[in-house]
């Protein structure tokens, strides 16, 4: 009994040993990589998600009006093997201002079926055009027709993963609408030395831990089966009183 009470501590020992020296080496690998690369570099491989912030405005001088649109968005973590460039976004939040007032929406992509407070529907090139310049019988202007276009393209290019690329600075934009989107890659990387060291780990769990425990198994399997009391040679009975006298 003694013998197994100490195999098992052995074996508690040696896994929590293992798990602790594995989760050290991940950290180090981490702050390695980290400290060999620039802060705005990412591991190839991770758990990455994207996100959107669009502002977009312009001014008209020939009637001084006002209009501005943004969406926002993000997507939700996926593990990758290989560092994403761009992202589909499913949902996006839209906000705008304009001759008409202020409105909200909620635009599913890519069915570009949108939700108000007071109206749903499927969004056209038309819709942002009615929801910033109104829906009264003056004709738009080929300006005011460029920049519905161009916030409808962002939007078309949200939905098909053709935004300008995700990076760590803002896009500026000047034409044919004023404003600037954020595109950020985030979520978690696992850089290549992590793998290393885990292939290491495994390696060393796989081929010296069974030697490590096989010492303890020996001393299990060859132990007394008799209460931990010796036969003394030559003796295989054992009785209480003392010997019979002829």
Known sequence: MCSRLKFVVRFLALTWFALGILTAGCLAAEFLWSATHHHYDTPESGA???SVDGR????????????????RGKTSPK????RPTNFAYPSLALGWSGESGEGTATLSLPSFRYQCSNSSGLLTRDTPAGW???????????AEVGRVD?????????AKG???GPRHHGYH???PVHGSIYHFLLGFGVPSLVYFWVAVWLFVVVFFAP???????RAQLGAPSNGGRATRPGNSCVGDGPPSVS
């Not at 910033?132 to 080929?142: A, F, I, M």
């Open 173 to 175: 934009l000047e034409e």
């Open 162 to 164: 053709t935004l300008p």
């Open 48 to 50: 990455y998600y994207g």
């Open 56 to 71: 977009l405005y312009s001014i008209d001088p020939t009637n001084v009006s006002f209009l501005s649109f943004s969406f």
């Open 79 to 82: 593990w990758r093997w290989t």
């Open 132 to 142: 910033v310049l109104g829906t009264t019988n003056r004709r738009p202007n080929t």
């Open 150 to 158: 161009a916030v409808f393209g962002y939007l078309d290019a949200a």
């Open 211 to 217: 030697r490590f425990m096989r010492g303890p198994a």
